[in-house]
């Protein structure tokens, strides 16, 4: 178990460019979810994937935010455009669906500054 | 918006034991109650999670009265080292986890 991977750790981009994220998840788990983090806040969801399938977004999700998953294993997110206050810690986790009983592993983040 | 409220802030000196507690008053039948622990520029970590009563690991214990409106997140015996912000969220898993802006714990020595 190597836990979760987001590659990478940080990116430093200027506005109006696209970047895109990999996060691999711990490799039984059939979850995996996008959170986004700013300084002082707590994690805000973004999306979340029960394998392939994309299951939910966030309404505060962005055109300009797209996540895939395919095949269940790597997921990316990809921002295009990107503004100012896309700045933030753009963090991972990963989860073995149970029956009323989820933990989620995080991964580091990536760290993204919009200049 | 997140189900829980805690507080925004604690301080403790080193060798106390903390309790931070949680109010979800509105918890659902199906909904355990789960925290975690953050360090800055790391993801969160899952630290303890429970149903009812109470549940006790290497690392903390979490008090959950009957009426489960409230839980208690208990750390024995705190060092520096535990500075870091704690979250405490309720969930079936059949919804994303919802964060709050957490409990950010000060150990002073």
């Known amino acids: 178990d190597t836990g979760v991977s987001q590659n990478p750790r940080h990116k430093i981009t200027k506005r109006g460019q696209n970047v895109t994220f990999r996060c691999d998840p711990i490799s039984e788990h059939n979850r995996l979810y996008w959170y986004r983090q700013t300084l002082g806040q707590g994690p805000e969801f973004l999306t979340y994937?029960?394998?392939?399938?994309?299951?939910?977004k966030s309404r505060l999700l962005s055109d300009r935010f797209s996540a895939e998953r395919p095949k269940g294993s790597f997921s990316t997110l990809e921002i295009q455009r990107t503004e100012q206050g896309d700045s933030a810690m753009y963090l991972c986790?990963?989860?073995?669906?149970?029956?009323?009983?989820?933990?989620?592993?995080f991964g580091s983040g990536t760290q993204l500054s919009v200049l | 918006l997140a189900k829980t409220t805690q507080p925004i802030s604690m301080d403790s000196y080193e060798g106390q034991e903390v309790n931070i507690t949680c109010s979800h008053n509105?918890?659902?039948?199906?909904?355990?109650i789960t925290w975690y622990q953050q360090f800055p520029s790391q993801g969160p970590r899952f630290i303890i999670q429970g149903y009812k009563t109470k549940v006790t690991n290497e690392v903390a214990s979490l008090f959950i009265p009957a009426d489960r409106k409230s839980s208690t997140l208990s750390l024995p015996r705190v060092s520096l080292s535990d500075t870091a912000v704690y979250y405490c969220?309720?969930?079936?898993?059949?919804?994303?986890?919802?964060f709050g802006k957490g409990t950010r714990l000060s150990v002073i020595a």
């Open positions: 969220l309720v969930g079936a898993g059949n919804t994303p986890l919802v």
């Open positions: 994937f029960q394998n392939e399938a994309q299951l939910e």
């Open positions: 986790a990963s989860s073995l669906t149970r029956v009323n009983d989820e933990k989620l592993f």
């Open positions: 509105n918890i659902a039948t199906n909904d355990y």
